[in-house]
C-alpha cells in the first residue's frame, strides 16, 4: 500500500488557485486545484509555486474533500491532528481542526453571502468539530486485521482509497472529485493526497503480565450508510443498510524487538452492532418515549434479507443477540424482528433471545454471564482471528461475528459486547500461554482496569455520536460495579438524552446528510425554507407564553402582599396561562421538535400503511392524517418538501428511511 503525504504546505495564488506543496519527500509532485474551473492537476516533480502566490502559516496535515453548496464549491482541509498512539508501526491521528476554502473568490466563509449559505457552512463545522474522526498515513484503519491479511501482497502497489472498506470510509464522497481525477487521468501522484478518514473509537494501551508484554487495542469503525441521530436513523433502508452500524475490533498484539515495531503474534476478535432490521421508527413528539411505529412494507423482508447477506458476506456466520425488552415500549420490536428472522430461516443465521432487564434486575448486573453461556457455543465455533508471524498461515481465522442489538444499539449493548469480548480475551491469553487455564484477568488489576476503561470510553464515543450523550450503565463497563450514585449519573444522562434528541438533533441531522451525500445542493438555488420558520403564529407564540407566564410568577414573588389572598387571582391567571400552554405544547408536540429540514421525514411521521402504531401523539387535537386543519408546518411545507418532486428540486438522492 502506497503511503500518504503526510504535511503539506498551502500556497493561494491570489483568486486563480490554491497549491498544496509536500514538504516531505522534497521535490514531490505538488496538487494545484484552480478555483475559477474547479480543475484538479498533479504538477510535474519539483515544481515550484507560482511567483504570486502567498503561503499559508498553517501546515495541512491532509485534504479531507470538496463539497458543493449553493454559491461556491469548497476544499476541506486538515489543520490540526492528535497523536493517538501506535498500530503496526503506523502512528494513528485524531482529526482536531478544519479550515474551509472557497473557489469562489467571492465567497467567504467567514461572512457567507446569504442565510442559506451560511447555514449550509455552519452544518459542515459542526459536524467536523463535534466527531470523532481518526485516520493514518500508512495503516488502513477502515479494515480490520483478518481482512487485510486476507487481501495479501496484491494491494501492495493501490493507493489506500482504493482498499478501504467503503462501509467505513467516511469522507468517501468529499472525496468523489479527487477520486473521479484520479480514475480518469490514472494518476497514483493525485492518489497520495486522498486520504481516507474514519468515524470511529481508537485505543491502544500496553501492558505487562506474567513476563510478557503485550499492547491491547480496541476499534470502532462507523458505517457512513444511514448514518445519523438516534431517533432520526433508527432501522433498514431498501439497499439492507441499518443505522448505527458499528463493527468493533479488540486487538491483542505481543510485543517483540523487531525494529519495524511490528508484533510477531497478532490476535483480533470482531463483533458487529446495528438498529434491528426492519422498516421502524419512533417519531418524536415531546413524550419521553415517543410513538413506536413498524411499517409492514411489502419490501420488507427482501430488505431484511439483503442485510444479513451483507454481513455473511463481510463476517461469515451470524450469531444474532437481541436485548430488546420482551414487554411494554419495546415489545412489538423484538416480535417483528423475531418474525422476520423465522420468515426468512437463512441458514448461516442464529438468533438468540437475552431478557436484560429481567435477567439483570435490582442492579445484578454479574447475571451478564447468563448471556455468555448462551453464546458460548457461537463463540468458540466462530473464534478468532490468529496470526504469527513466523508461520505462513494464521492459526485461527474468524469464521463468523456476533451481532448484538437493543433498541439504540448503545447501553445493553456495550454491557454484552464488553462481556463477550473479555471471555475471549481470556480465552486468547489461555491459548498463548499467558495464562493458566484457572486463571482471568480480573485477578490483574492494571490489565483489567485497562480493558473496563478501554470499553467504558469506547462506549461513551459510540453513544455521543449516535444520542448526543455518553453512554448509560459504563460503570458497570469500568468499574465492574452497580451503584446508586451510578444510577443517578444515568438519569442526568436520560435527561440530557432527551433534550438534544427532541430540540438539537434535527439539525445534527441535517449535518450527516450533507457531509455524507445523502442531500446534495444545487448551486445558486436558495431555500428559504431552510432558514425561516414558516408555522402559523399560535404555534410559534405558544412557548413564548409560557415562559413570560413563568416569569410573571416568579416576579410576582417579589411583590408585596396586603393578605393571604391578596395576589390570589394573579397567580391564578399566570398559572392557569403556564397549564394551557403546555398542555397545547404537548397536544402539538410533533411541531416544536427540532426536525431535519434537508431530508424531511415527513413520510414517516404521516405513515398509514399496515403494519404496528403505539399512537398519534402529538399531532393536534385531530388526526392529521385525515384532517389537516389544525396542521402547520410539517402538515404543510414539509408535506411539500417531502414529495419526490421538491426532493428532486433540492438536488437530494431519494432514499426511503
Known amino acids: 500500500m502506497k503511503n500518504l503525504y503526510q504535511r503539506l504546505n498551502l500556497y493561494i495564488d491570489s483568486n486563480e488557485s490554491y497549491t498544496f506543496l509536500p514538504v516531505e519527500p522534497i521535490g514531490a509532485p505538488s496538487l494545484t486545484i484552480f478555483r475559477n474551473s474547479g480543475a484538479i492537476v498533479t504538477n510535474p516533480p519539483n515544481t515550484l509555486p507560482p511567483p504570486t502566490a502567498s503561503r499559508s502559516s498553517k501546515t495541512i496535515y491532509g485534504i479531507v474533500g470538496m463539497i458543493t453548496l449553493v454559491m461556491s464549491e469548497y476544499i476541506i482541509v486538515l489543520t490540526g491532528r492528535e497523536l493517538k498512539g501506535q498500530l ?26 446569504n442565510a442559506v449559505e451560511a447555514h449550509l457552512i455552519a452544518l459542515i463545522k459542526s459536524h467536523l468539530f463535534s466527531g470523532y474522526f481518526l485516520f493514518s498515513y500508512g495503516w488502513d484503519l477502515t ?14 502497489s493501490k493507493a489506500m482509497w482504493e482498499i478501504a472498506d467503503d462501509r467505513f470510509f467516511w469522507n468517501r464522497f468529499l472525496q468523489t472529485r479527487l477520486i473521479d481525477a484520479a480514475y480518469a487521468k490514472g494518476d ?9 478518514i474514519m468515524y470511529g473509537t481508537f485505543d491502544i494501551r500496553p501492558a505487562r503480565i506474567n513476563g510478557h508484554y503485550i ?9 457512513r450508510y444511514r448514518a445519523g441521530t438516534r431517533y432520526f436513523r433508527r432501522g433498514i433502508d431498501h439497499e439492507g443498510h441499518v443505522a448505527n452500524f458499528n463493527e468493533t475490533e479488540q486487538l491483542l498484539l505481543i510485543d517483540s524487538p523487531r525494529a519495524d515495531n511490528q508484533c510477531d503474534v497478532q490476535l483480533s476478535f470482531v463483533q458487529i452492532r446495528g438498529s434491528v432490521p426492519l422498516f421502524w421508527a419512533e417519531v418524536n413528539n415531546l413524550r419521553y418515549k415517543p410513538d413506536v411505529q413498524i411499517m409492514e412494507m411489502k419490501e420488507a423482508i427482501n430488505a431484511t434479507r439483503k442485510h444479513f447477506e451483507k454481513q455473511n458476506y463481510h463476517y461469515g456466520d451470524q450469531s444474532l443477540v437481541s436485548l430488546v425488552n420482551h414487554k411494554g415500549h419495546e415489545k412489538p420490536v423484538k ?10 430461516n437463512l441458514p448461516n443465521v442464529r438468533y438468540e433471545y437475552f431478557d436484560f432487564h429481567n435477567e439483570c434486575k435490582n442492579m445484578r448486573w454479574d447475571r451478564i454471564s ?32 456476533i451481532r448484538t442489538n437493543c433498541m439504540d444499539n448503545l447501553d445493553r449493548t456495550n454491557v454484552a459486547q464488553a462481556a463477550m469480548a473479555k471471555w475471549t480475551l481470556n480465552r486468547q491469553l489461555h491459548a498463548l500461554k499467558i495464562l493458566p487455564e484457572n486463571d482471568t484477568i480480573d485477578n490483574y488489576e492494571d490489565l483489567s482496569k485497562d480493558f473496563r476503561e478501554m470499553w467504558s470510553d469506547h462506549a461513551n464515543l459510540i453513544s455521543i455520536a449516535y444520542s448526543g450523550t455518553g453512554a ?6 469500568r468499574t465492574g460495579k452497580r451503584t446508586a450514585m451510578g444510577a443517578m449519573e444515568d438519569g442526568y444522562k436520560s435527561v440530557i438524552r432527551y433534550l438534544k434528541n427532541n430540540f438539537f438533533d434535527g439539525t445534527r441531522q441535517d449535518g450527516y446528510d450533507l457531509m455524507t451525500g445523502n442531500w446534495v445542493p444545487r448551486r445558486n438555488w436558495s431555500p428559504s425554507s431552510l432558514v425561516v420558520d414558516r408555522r402559523p403564529l399560535i404555534i410559534r407564540a405558544m412557548p413564548y407564553v409560557l415562559w413570560f407566564s413563568v416569569f410573571m410568577i416568579f416576579a410576582g414573588l417579589t411583590l408585596p402582599r396586603t393578605s393571604d389572598y391578596s395576589l390570589f387571582y394573579y397567580f391564578l391567571l399566570w398559572f392557569s396561562l403556564v397549564a394551557v400552554s403546555l398542555l397545547f405544547i404537548f397536544i402539538h408536540g410533533i411541531e416544536y421538535v427540532n426536525w431535519p429540514r434537508l431530508l424531511p421525514l415527513t413520510d414517516i411521521i404521516y405513515y398509514e400503511g399496515p403494519g404496528f402504531r403505539s399512537g398519534h401523539n402529538g399531532k393536534g387535537f385531530s388526526h392529521p392524517a ?32
Open 88 to 113: 503496526m508501526g503506523q502512528n494513528v491521528y485524531r482529526a482536531t481542526d478544519y479550515e474551509i476554502l472557497p473557489l469562489n473568490p467571492d465567497v467567504s466563509v467567514t461572512n457567507p453571502p
Open 143 to 156: 479494515r480490520r486485521l483478518q481482512a487485510q491479511w486476507a487481501a495479501g501482497q496484491e494491494e501492495n
Open 188 to 196: 497514483q501522484n493525485l492518489s497520495a493526497y486522498i486520504l481516507p
Open 215 to 223: 499492547k491491547l487495542c480496541l476499534i470502532s469503525r462507523r458505517c
Open 335 to 344: 416480535e417483528a424482528y423475531e418474525r422476520y428472522v423465522t420468515e426468512l
Open 370 to 401: 447468563v448471556l455468555i453461556d448462551k453464546v458460548e457455543p457461537d463463540l468458540i465455533k466462530q473464534g478468532y482471528f490468529h496470526l504469527d508471524a513466523t508461520i505462513e498461515k494464521p492459526l485461527k481465522i474468524q469464521k463468523g461475528v
Open 472 to 477: 448509560l450503565k459504563t460503570e458497570f463497563t
Open 626 to 657: 385525515l384532517d389537516l386543519k389544525v396542521g402547520s408546518n410539517l402538515s404543510r411545507t414539509r408535506r411539500r418538501a417531502g414529495s419526490k418532486l421538491d426532493e428532486i428540486e433540492m438536488g437530494s438522492k431519494l432514499r426511503v428511511d
